[in-house]
Every structure is written in C-alpha cells, then in structure tokens.
C-alpha cells in the first residue's frame, strides 16, 4: 500500500505556490502561530528546490537539504519543514526508504512538544510512520510503534479516508498476530476498523473483507468469519485461501454444534463449501476429494458418495487407500448394491499384501451376503496379513465359520486365538465355546 498524505504542501510553500489541502479530515486548524514560517535566511536557499522536484532530481534535492537540516537551529521551524523535506525526497525515490523514519520522527516530536505542526500535517505524518514501521524487518520491530502512530491517526482524523482505515486494520491484525500470545483487543481493533472501512461505500476494498474474516477467525468469533468469508467468494470466486478457510470455518462449527440438527447443517455447508470451490478448481486434492465423498455419505447420500468415489478411484483424483474402499463398499451396501461393493474389496483386498484391514471388511461383507467359503477365505488372508484394528473380532468369525462348516478342530484352533485377544467380546467367546463343545453349530449375527 503506497499512501501520499499532502508532506508535498511544504514544498510548494516553500515555492511560494498554493498549499495542497489535506484529504483526510482532521480537526478544524487554529491559524498557524509565528512560529510556524520559515526563517527568511532559508527560504531563499530553498529556491532551487522547485527546478529540482520538477525534474525529479530527488538526488540532487537530497544533496540541498543536507547541510540545511544540519545546521538548522534545534526546536525551530526551520528544522521540521527541512525534515519534511527530506523524508518527502526520500519516499519519492522509494516509497518504502526506512531512512524517512528519522526525519518523521523529528517532525512529529516537534509538532507534538512545540506545536510546529498544524493538525493536517500531525496526520499525514502519523499515517506515513504507521506505514513505514509496518514495513521494518523483522516486522515486529516496528509493529508497536506502527500501532501507536495508527491509533494517534484515528483518533484526531474523525473521518479518516479508506486507505487510511485499511492501513490501520492491516497494523492492528499484524501486531495482534505477532506477539507472543495473540492480543485480543488488538484483533478486535482490527476486526471494528476493517467494519469502519467497509461502511464507508457500496463497493468497498476487498481488503477489508479479508482483514474483517481473519480477525474474526482469530477471535473465535466462527460463525461472523464464516459469513464475511461467504461475502468474500461471492465477490471474488477466485479467492482460493479463503475457499479454505470457509470450508474449515463450517466444519470447526459442525465440530462445536451442541445438537444433530446444527451438525448436519453444517456439514451440508462444508459440502456445498466443496462443491462450489470445485467448480472453480480449488480445493480438489485427493483429501479433499475423499472429504467430499465422506460428507456426503454422513449426509445420508449413499450414492452420491459411491459416485464420487468409483469415479475418483478410476481416475486418481482419490487415493486408492484403505478408508476409500471402505466408504466406497459401505456407500455400495446402503444404496443396495451389494455386489459393486464386492468387486470393489475385491480388488482392493488383492493389491494389498501386509494390510489385512480390507481383507477383514471383505470377509464381513461375504458372511453377509450368505457367501460362506468367501468370507472364510477373506478372513483367513486378514489374519495372515495382519494389521487388523480388531484381531479378536476376526478369529471369532473364523471360529463361528469352522464351526458352521462343523469342522471343530478349526474352530477350536480360533477360538483359543481369540481368547488371548484384548478386543474379543467375553460373552460372544463364552457362547461359541458351548456350541463347539455341544458339537452345534450356532451362526452368530451379522457383523
């Protein structure tokens, strides 16, 4: 951001020209005392000044007002207005030059102790500190002084200009993010400042929005962020952090929600959320694509999520990894179509060869489906793999499965297995024991 507050009206008085008056609204100026002209030996030293700035020969300008200022009386006015102009030649070669610090400094000082500065220039001279400390490195060097001469700004221009107030916003949000701890009333400064800049037009900077959101994040406040960063994608869909953002923002409401009722609605949020930074081409890794499908599927979508994951796995925009074939074969079981499911585990099962997890779900999904030497296959593969979350669970089935094929070595060979697994249900264990030792087979319930 590149402010040109009015330091350029002490050149043209300096030329005898007409002072340029000051944009920003400060509080009404008293007539400027005596003390506030230029000593009548300098002003004709100033003279070449005007060729000079006139050919923006900012060097050469420079080169005048140096032994000026050194000699200039301290406390005067002579020494201000010299200041002035060297800080002013200086941002005009480089509008970010920190060695306009100093000289600003010495201006605002005198201003503030001697009344050298009528309340227009305290003000252009606050705003520009507020920028150039902003822009120190490492930037939390300059950040509390950026904020103090920011606030001082505020506080004496009562309608300050937008590219003032988005400066301010943008200090107040950086300072507060800096510290050690992030300040809290700095961020509401931040979050009330970007509100002031957005009230001032109908079609207000887009930095205010985005200054607005962040503040909000920071303080919590998630469901404001979420709207203001609704407003943000409305404007301007090519806004692919704050797709982001958004999609975060509904799912920590989502995670926050006391009852079903708000949970699902922010989930269907974070749904659309995906769907409409999508069409844009953002938000379309392989995560975020598997997110899509698994918040339809909570959604209750079966097989809306079974389509978006047959499609993405076929096509790579979905890792081929465990969770997706699970989702992929619970999302074909709920549509009713047990068999898409199948071949999907199958498939998934075979290129797998220390994970047995998949295995394990194949197995499940066959002793449902009546598919008995499968199932018993599929579990036998799971444990040989292993990796299994529940180890216990899957020797119970196997001994069950040998015990439903009445061959009760087997079964008896599984449940000692099971027995020595922390996840195995003791009542579940205890009621195939009496089947094996009654020689009867009992088929258990469907997994």
């Known amino acids: 951001m590149r402010l040109r507050p009015p330091i350029a009206a002490l050149v043209l008085l300096t030329l005898g020209l007409p002072p340029f008056r000051a944009s920003a609204s400060a509080a009404a100026e008293p007539t400027a005392p005596a003390t506030r002209e230029l000593s009548s030996a300098l002003v004709p030293r100033l003279a070449p000044l005007r060729a000079l700035a006139d050919a923006k020969d900012f060097p050469a300008a420079l080169a005048l007002v140096a032994p000026l200022l050194a000699a200039a009386p301290a406390e005067s006015y002579d020494l201000v207005a010299l200041s002035l102009l060297r800080a002013q030649f200086l941002l005009a070669q480089d509008s970010a030059d920190p060695a306009a610090i100093a000289p600003l400094e010495t201006a605002l000082r005198l201003g503030d102790t001697r009344g050298l500065l009528a309340p227009s220039q305290t003000a252009d001279v606050l705003l520009l500190l507020a920028q150039l400390h902003a822009r120190q490195t490492p930037p939390a060097d300059g950040l509390s002084r950026a904020t103090e001469c920011a606030r001082r700004y505020l506080a004496l221009v009562p309608q300050p200009p937008a590219d003032a107030l988005r400066l301010a916003a943008t200090v107040f949000f950086s300072a507060a993010q800096a510290a050690a701890a992030p300040d809290r009333a700095l961020l509401a400064e931040a979050r009330d400042t970007a509100r002031r800049g957005l009230a001032l037009d109908r079609a207000p900077d887009p930095a205010f ?140 099962a075979a290129a797998r060869t220390t994970d047995g997890r998949l295995d394990f779900a194949l197995g499940q999904l066959c002793y449902s489906l009546g598919h008995l030497p499968d199932a018993r296959a599929s579990l036998r593969a799971a444990v040989a793999k292993g990796g299994l979350d529940q180890p216990g669970r899957a020797a119970l089935l196997l001994a069950w499965l040998a015990c439903d094929a009445r061959d009760f070595a087997d079964a008896a060979r599984w449940l000692a297995d099971a027995a020595g697994r922390p996840d195995t249900p003791p009542d579940e264990l205890a009621r195939l024991r009496r089947a094996v030792a009654d020689a009867g087979p009992v088929r258990p319930a469907t997994p």
């Open 209 to 348: 929005f985005l200054v607005l959101a962040a503040a909000q994040t920071a303080l919590g406040e998630t469901a404001d962020a979420a709207s203001t960063l609704e407003l943000i994608v409305a404007r301007d869909p090519g806004q692919r952090d704050c797709w982001a953002q958004l999609y975060a923002a509904y799912l920590g409401l989502a995670s926050a929600a006391k009852d079903d009722a708000a949970v699902r609605r922010y989930h269907l949020r974070a749904l659309l959320t995906l769907e409409r930074a999508q069409a844009n081409h953002f938000l379309n890794s392989p995560a975020e694509n598997f997110a899509r499908a698994a918040l339809a599927f909570n959604l209750g979508q079966p097989a809306q999520t079974l389509t978006l994951l047959e499609s993405g796995l076929r096509d790579g925009t979905i890792a081929a990894d465990r969770p997706a074939w699970e989702l992929l074969a619970a999302a074909a079981r709920q549509s009713h179509q047990e068999e898409r499911a199948l071949t999907a585990l199958q498939a998934a």
